[in-house]
C-alpha cells in the first residue's frame, strides 16, 4: 500500500467506529484521550453493528498481519486491525513514541510489559512488569516512556485479532532482540500494513 493513501475500506459499522473514535480523540490530553478511546474500543467490540472485514480474520502463514483499515484525515490517526496465527507474536518492542491504544477482537492474546531499566549505546535492560492473558472485548493503552512490551497468541490452533489506534501511522518502531540475562539489543524495525482486499 502506497504509506500516503489513506485507506477507504468498507465494513459494517465502519461510520459508526469511525464517529466514537473522532469523539474520543477529542476528550483532552493523552492521558483522557487513551482513557476515551479504550471505553469507545470496548464498546465497539461488543456492538454488533460493527463488523471488521472478512480479510482481518485471515491470518498470513509467515508472520502476524497489520491491515490499516482507517486513517484520519482530519485528526491524523490510524486504525490498524492485527491478525495473529496460532503461537505468532512480536520481540519486546516500542510504539516510537505514538500513544496507542490495543483491543482484542476475537481469540486471546498474551501481553506482557517491560520497564526500562537502563541503556547503554543500543543496549537495553529490561525487566517484565506484569502480563496478562486479554479475551474479546478487552483493551490497554500505552503511553510513552511506559510502552515497551510484548503480545503473543500463546493458541496452538487458534488464531486472534486485535484492533490498535495509534496517534498516527506506525510506520517503525525499535525492537530489542534477547542478549542474556535482562539485556537486549535494539534494532530498527520498518512496519509494512499487508493487503486489505
Known sequence: MNAHALPD?????????VNAIDAAVGAGDEHAITAALRNTLCRMIRDRDVALPECVFEPIEDHYARREIYRSAEHGYSVVAMTWGPGQGTPVHDHCGLWCVEGVWDGQLEITQYELLDTDGDRARFRAAGGMVAGPGSAGSLIPPHE??????TSQDESAVSVHIYKA?????????PMGGEWFTRAAKSLEIDCAD
Do not use: Q, T
Request: hydrophobic share 40%; proline share 8%.
Open 9 to 17: 475500506i468498507a465494513f459494517p459499522g465502519r461510520d459508526k467506529l
Open 148 to 153: 515497551y512490551h510484548s503480545i503473543r497468541n
Open 169 to 177: 501511522p506506525m510506520e517503525e518502531c525499535s525492537m530489542f532482540v
